[in-house]
């Protein structure tokens, strides 16, 4: 986000005006919802932010409300794309933990799931529609790690961990995980932390090295053109061939952890320092013992 543009506290009964007359533009004029649906009585109650620029020009603002619901994240057209959204939702994230609270959720349009993935919030429960666009409830934990329900759910949560990774991501696979390693918006992910600069390391640890390439599993074109990057390794000790779960984690104490490797289910979230450590004191002793993929490289 540019330097020109600060997130601050509201003061609700000073700056209601401006709040709404931001929120009326975003989310009446320009989505169409409805003017009844766009206050409520829970905004003299709730936690606002502002985004403002350095004539104090309200670019954006954003609410976290008494029963801990982060709403209302709104931006102007023009300034989108500076990083305003991922600076208001830090802003309510501190104030949630400032509170002592443990868990946030909200409800986030779809095509803004990928936005809040990548701030850790992870899905839950089924799609449903609100002043008639369709929503999907999302929750984060303050730390912990969050229910994981489906293959949307993990996903999420493998987007936030190449986000929040500072130089390593790890992933533990049956056979690169159809379904879910096979995404765009998560190879898109790992594309972003792969070629982030400096120094990176991507570990791809597999039971089964045969089935992805012979499918032709479009991470692998993905790591032959960032080989540096990229490390895959196939399990030789028949224990480990056994091992039922999956599992991901990074260098900032980010896990995704799945019971059974063939479903999507589980817990995951980018703030579980002991799960990821635990998983990554299991991944470094497979990993010793297992060989190389070197057919991987000649593709």
Not at 74 to 98: C, D, F, H, T, W
Not at 187 to 209: H, K, N, S, T, W
Request: positive net charge; glycine residues 8%.
């Amino acid at each position: 986000m540019s330097a020109a543009v600060s997130i601050v506290a509201a003061e609700y009964a000073q700056d209601h005006a401006r709040l709404h007359a931001l929120r009326t533009t975003v989310f009446i004029d320009e989505q169409q919802v409805p003017a009844a649906l766009e206050r409520d009585a829970l905004d003299p109650l709730s936690f606002h932010v502002m985004a403002l620029d350095a004539d104090g020009r309200l670019l954006g603002t954003a609410r976290l409300t008494p029963d801990r619901r982060i709403g209302r994240m709104a931006v102007l057209a023009s300034e989108r794309g500076r990083g305003i959204g991922e600076a208001m939702l830090a802003g309510l994230l501190e104030e949630a933990r400032r509170r002592g609270w443990t868990e946030v959720t909200l409800h986030a349009q779809l095509h803004a799931l990928p936005f809040y993935a990548r701030a850790g919030f992870v899905p839950s429960g089924p799609v449903f529609e609100e002043a008639g666009i369709g929503h999907r409830l999302m929750r984060r934990r303050l730390p912990g790690a969050s229910p994981v329900e489906d293959a949307d759910a993990a996903a999420a949560v493998l987007i936030a961990l190449a986000t929040h990774a500072r130089r390593e991501l790890a992933l533990y696979s049956r056979a690169m995980d159809p379904g879910l390693l096979d995404r765009k918006d998560v190879l898109d992910a790992l594309r972003r932390f792969a070629v982030r600069p400096g120094e990176r390391r991507l570990r791809i640890l597999l039971q089964d090295a045969a089935t992805p390439q012979r499918s032709g599993a479009p991470i692998l074109p993905l790591a032959q053109r960032l080989p540096s990057v990229f490390a895959f390794r196939e399990v030789k000790d028949p224990v480990d061939a056994r091992y039922p779960s999956a599992f991901a984690f990074n260098d900032t104490g980010g896990a995704l952890f799945r019971p059974l490797g063939h479903r999507f289910d589980g817990e995951g979230g980018v703030e579980d320092g002991p799960l990821a450590r635990r998983l990554q004191l299991e991944f470094d002793r497979i990993w010793e013992r297992s060989r190389p993929c070197t057919e991987y490289r000649v593709l």
